[in-house]
């Protein structure tokens, strides 16, 4: 695609619901990284993905969050039990390059509220 | 202490001035630098990159890199109403960006 399609746009979760958040990236883009950004705050690394492989999620905050990129496309992150400070926006971000030194591509992302 | 560092803001210019926002950063391991900038609602938008000590011009955008202060900065000049956005400054590590709070930029007609 032309960008990095992020899915719902919006998510409002009730306390203690699971909830699933989707990320297509660019095609043919090898790495994939996954942000939260509070509100006022920077983007906080979550987790990194080059093609399938899992290779970095030591932003995740919790065992309640899990993400995964099984065909080396899509990928979505799931939050289990999800809880008022999860709420967020979560943004995917792609990019060409295997080490993404040269600045990722971001999606619209997704705003979670949890209530 | 965050990795990327970065005055939150407000900073206020008038339309047509020289808008400096700055940016510190703790590992020197970081190999290369960005600046987005995020309308707000919006998500990251990448303006500038730089990778070597010393000026980087674009445009109206001016990236300036000091691996030895470990400091990084973006000029903007003829600063328009439309620059009115937050900007994050990012520094390239370990295979992630690490983002700073951002700055948040007004320009006043």
């Known amino acids: 695609g032309a960008g990095v399609s992020q899915s719902p746009r919006y998510k409002v979760a009730k306390r203690g619901q699971d909830v699933a958040l989707r990320c297509d990236p660019i095609s043919g883009h090898v790495s994939l990284f996954w942000y939260q950004q509070a509100l006022g705050q920077g983007p906080e690394f979550l987790t990194y993905f080059q093609n399938e492989a899992q290779l970095d999620k030591s932003g995740l905050p919790s065992d309640r969050f899990f993400a995964e990129r099984p065909e080396g496309s899509v990928s979505t992150l799931k939050i289990q039990r999800t809880q008022q400070e999860d709420s967020a926006v979560y943004l995917c971000?792609?990019?060409?390059?295997?080490?993404?030194?040269?600045?990722?591509?971001f999606g619209s992302g997704t705003r979670l509220t949890v209530v | 202490q965050k990795e990327v560092e970065q005055n939150s803001g407000p900073l206020s210019v008038p339309e047509g001035a020289i808008a400096s926002l700055n940016c510190t950063y703790s590992?020197?391991?970081?190999?290369?630098f960005f600046w987005y900038r995020q309308y707000s609602g919006k998500s990251p938008e990448l303006i500038m990159s730089i990778y070597s000590n010393g000026d980087k011009e674009d445009g109206r955008f001016t990236a300036q890199l000091n691996k030895a202060s470990q400091y990084v900065s973006l000029l903007i000049r003829d600063s328009q109403p439309s620059d009115s956005a937050t900007y994050l400054c990012a520094g390239y590590a370990g295979n992630m960006l690490t983002f700073g709070g951002g700055t948040r930029l007004m320009v006043k007609p």
């Open positions: 590992d020197r391991g970081s190999q290369s």
């Open positions: 971000a792609s990019s060409l390059e295997v080490l993404g030194n040269y600045g990722y591509t």
